[in-house]
């Protein structure tokens, strides 16, 4: 019987057109899906526990896939892939997982981090932030932060083609603080709205450097209309942080 094999998987999506396959594109889980089909000698179909857009990164993105190798430890799986994959998508854990184990469906609760750098940055940097040029006041962008909490309708952050059948999210957690020099945005809720988290960077700061007072900003969030919104934020800056599950 095949075995259910989970992965914790890190990248850096500069190079790579999001994470979903895409016919004579480069993706994260395309790349993936090779190197198993090289180790397994046969096609394996990877699923992942939710996309990211292109030049989007992932520190603690997760993954299942069915091995029919009896022979391999779980863990071996770890150096197996990554002897394979380029070097800007490594796996960093490897565990059996019960049979049912599902990383998209079984997932309770997602968490990314978007990184900004208010002022001068080395080169480098700039593949895993964004440059704002200017000092935002943290605790206005905190307040506005504080209004985001808890379960509501997310449509003024939707961009168009988004497809949800239903726009209504559960935000459990979503404030600013600084770390290594870079002014980092972490949010957790129990699913996204297709570039919502970036939509929502976008928005805050946007607002926040207009002065909008908080209550302005309360009924732009209940007016559910999208062209009220901020600009969307680059993808540069946004990574998948982490995946918490109700089972394993």
């Not at 394996?44 to 520190?59: E, F, M």
């Not at 908080?214 to 934020?233: C, D, H, M, W, Y």
């Amino acid at each position: 019987m095949p075995r259910n094999i989970k992965l914790l998987i890190a990248y850096d999506g500069t190079d790579f057109s999001g994470w979903q396959r895409q016919a004579g594109r480069r993706t994260v889980q395309g790349e993936i899906e090779k190197s198993l089909g090289k180790v397994h000698k046969e096609s394996v179909n990877l699923t992942g526990s939710g996309r990211t857009d292109a030049g989007v990164h992932a520190a603690g993105q997760v993954a299942n896939f069915l091995t029919t190798i009896d022979s391999m430890e779980a863990r071996r799986f770890v150096p197996a892939l990554n002897r394979i994959l380029p070097e800007d998508v490594r796996i960093l854990e490897a565990a059996e997982a019960g049979e049912d184990f599902h990383s998209r469906y079984d997932a309770k609760s997602r968490t990314y981090r978007y990184n900004i750098i208010p002022g001068s940055a080395f080169p480098w940097e700039l593949r895993y932030a964004w440059q704002l040029w200017r000092q935002p006041r943290i605790a206005v962008l905190n307040e506005f932060a504080s209004f985001i909490r808890g379960e509501f309708d997310c449509s003024v952050f939707a961009v168009p083609g988004d497809k949800s059948i239903s726009r209504s999210r559960y935000i459990s957690g979503a404030s600013f603080f600084y770390e290594g020099g870079r002014l980092v945005f972490e949010i957790t809720a129990n699913a996204f709205l297709w570039k919502m988290v970036r939509s929502i960077v976008g928005t805050l700061l946007y607002y926040e450097e207009k002065g909008l007072g908080p209550q302005s900003f309360v009924e732009i969030l209940a007016s559910k209309n999208r062209s009220l919104a901020g600009p969307t934020a680059p993808p540069q800056g946004l990574f998948l942080w982490k995946i918490d599950y109700y089972r394993l």
